[in-house]
């Protein structure tokens, strides 16, 4: 069934309501595109639980602490493997702070990319494509690659989940200068 809902003519339109509500999502927005990805499973690794999302068109997207932490897509570019150091919690970034990241790019073979990162508070953006949640509800941060020539910025939106920690509800990442999505946990909290 999620198959076919997600192959099917118009999937974008498609409710929550028509999801199987045994399983977690993340909407997927990649430029006027909607899909669903459903969490397959969270491996527990040394440096955190990542999430592991997998899609109906085989692409597969692995988060950890709302990072993109690997991505195999089916169309665009793959970050093959990702690795931080320095890397701060959410409550812990106070105005800005900088860590290093490593990643691993496909296609081009690309390995040990080295990035240096400025991650800061910003004002709640009015041009996101969150929805159902108010976006001045959430934290907001942006993260940029400093001297990078390719490096966008990515967007970041941290809420409370029902334990009071902290989690990211929605963030916008690029893989390259042509390859943007953005996703949120779905359903939005208390829908």
Known sequence: DAYRLMRSEGAAQQSAVELNPNFRYLRVQIGTREVFMVLGY?????????QVWYSAEADVLRLRDGRVVGATMKSGTDWLSVTF???????????????????????????????KLLIRRI??????????VLASSLTWFE????????GLPARYAVGLDGAGAHQVIYAEQCLSSEYCFSWQSWPPSGR
């Open 42 to 50: 969270v491996d527990q690794l040394p440096e955190g639980s990542v």
């Open 143 to 150: 993260e940029t690659v400093q001297g990078g020539v390719d």
């Open 85 to 115: 150091a320095h890397l701060p919690s959410w409550e812990a970034v106070g105005s800005q702070a900088v860590f290093d990241r490593a990643r691993d790019e496909s296609p081009g073979y690309r390995y040990g990319i080295k990035e």
């Open 123 to 132: 004002a709640p953006p009015d041009d996101s494509q969150l929805k159902f």
